[in-house]
């Protein structure tokens, strides 16, 4: 019986899943393998780290696996594209397939039926497909112009905001008025392993740019604790996202009525109020929504891929 191997290459973490043509047979799961965030060295080691746990826990070995289908951003650049095939190439044998995340989470959402994805981990984008096989994206373009919603998008406007109301004195006043309790900024300074403004300006301002979405679980932590601005932040973030898919509706499913909608990403797993900003501004906008509410997983996506293409 032939075995399959899907990768969800994401920016902060790496899933993989190895299954048989029916059944998933092991999971495995490692640090961040994007290429251009971590590195050609960096990414060989996660993946052949989750390679080898779900190997492990499917007790097979890596020459036994037959097909392999990775999504990951960025893949439609040979840039990308090229090296993580080369880097696979030398974990596991057999055919491999690069796809766009997009790609393996519409495929793990809807499993070839029109929908529209909405991902929001490190970076976002919404993905769709409708019945006619047309496709549409929006977002998804980097952190510098795009990928609204994102944990790296998260972590910098919270950070923004935190230094905006400490210009207004208001971070200070605020501490003060909740017994000393610790400020956005001070909490997101931590996070950084910084102790002074000036040290944290130097970090925000760096080249190549920081790790921002290092900062999202501090936002969510602050959220739940009733910090305005973390509360404000994450509200945002749900109202971009619903403008996304809102984009992708619009341009493949205007005079279609009800459509399927999707998410996937660490954003809307960990956290509720992004979701039900979400799910609201979207319904609002677009009350033919239909809305899955479970998280998808991509990475069944990239299994379900490297079965079919092996059937083709």
């Not at 920016?11 to 047979?25: A, N």
């Not at 496709?135 to 980097?142: I, K, N």
């Not at 493949?252 to 996937?264: E, H, K």
């Not at 929504?289 to 079965?307: D, I």
């Amino acid at each position: 019986m032939a075995n399959f191997l899907g990768i969800d290459g994401g920016g902060s973490k790496t899933t993989c899943l190895i299954g048989d043509e029916t059944s998933i047979l092991g999971a495995g799961s490692a640090a961040g393998s994007n290429l251009v965030r971590v590195g050609e060295a960096e990414a060989r080691e996660a993946l052949a780290t989750a390679i080898r746990q779900a190997c492990a826990v499917a007790n097979i070995t890596p020459s036994q696996i037959q097909k392999t289908c990775v999504g990951l951003a960025g893949a439609a650049r040979p840039e990308i594209s090229d090296p993580v095939c080369r880097l696979i190439a030398e974990l596991v044998p057999g055919e491999i397939e690069v796809v766009g995340d997009m790609v393996i989470a519409l495929e793990a959402a809807f499993a070839g039926d029109p929908g529209v994805i909405v991902i929001a981990g490190t970076g976002s984008i919404a993905y769709g497909r409708n019945s006619q096989g047309e496709t549409a994206r929006a977002g998804g373009w980097g952190f510098a112009i795009s990928d609204e919603g994102s944990g790296h998008w998260i972590g910098r406007a919270a950070l923004a905001e935190a230094m905006r109301a400490q210009d207004r004195g208001a971070g200070e006043n605020e501490a003060k008025a909740e017994n000393a309790k610790p400020s956005l900024l001070e909490s997101l300074m931590k996070s950084w392993h910084v102790r002074a403004r000036e040290q944290l300006v130097l970090a925000a301002n760096a080249i190549p740019a920081p790790d921002f979405a290092a900062l999202f679980p501090t936002v969510l932590s602050l959220a739940d604790q009733g910090d305005l601005i973390a509360l404000g932040v994450l509200t945002q973030a749900g109202a971009e996202l619903a403008s996304l898919a809102r984009t992708v509706i619009m341009r493949l499913f205007a005079n279609a009525g009800r459509v399927s909608v999707a998410i996937a990403g660490g954003v809307f797993s960990s956290s509720r109020l992004v979701r039900q900003v979400f799910y609201s501004r979207l319904r609002s906008e677009y009350p033919d929504a239909a809305m899955n509410p479970g998280v998808t997983e991509p990475v069944r996506g990239a299994l379900e891929l490297a079965r079919k293409g092996a059937r083709k």
